[in-house]
């Protein structure tokens, strides 16, 4: 059972609720175990993202094994993000714009 309950938000990537969460632990007082952490991360996650844990197997790793498949699966996430940010919001290319507009010489 963790210490304290701390919510994964249900449309939020792995690694936003990560970065939160070592940010809330980085301000308390008293020190907590990478154990207590699984414990906080296992209750706290979203549905997709027990999902993910479940299928690699996240309850039958050693406590340092389970923290690197955490760790990745943050910047798994990341990149992820990084990547379709990218695509998403990639410009054309201004040559080939300006080619076909309207304020282009005949």
């Known amino acids: 059972m963790a210490i304290f309950h701390f919510p994964q938000y249900e449309h939020e990537l792995f690694c936003w609720y990560f970065k939160r969460l070592n940010a809330f632990l980085a301000q308390c007082e008293y020190y907590v175990g990478k154990w207590e952490i699984l414990g906080i991360v296992d209750e706290g996650v979203n549905s997709k993202t027990r999902i993910l844990l479940q299928f690699w197997d996240f309850h039958g790793l050693t406590v340092d094994d389970a923290w ?4 990745w ?3 798994d996430s990341f990149e992820f993000e990084k990547a ?4 998403r919001y ?4 201004p040559c080939a714009f300006y080619a076909r507009s309207y304020y282009a010489p005949l």
């Open 68 to 71: 690197s498949l955490l760790e």
């Open 73 to 75: 699966v943050a910047w």
């Open 84 to 87: 379709y940010c990218v695509y």
């Open 90 to 93: 990639s410009f054309p290319d």
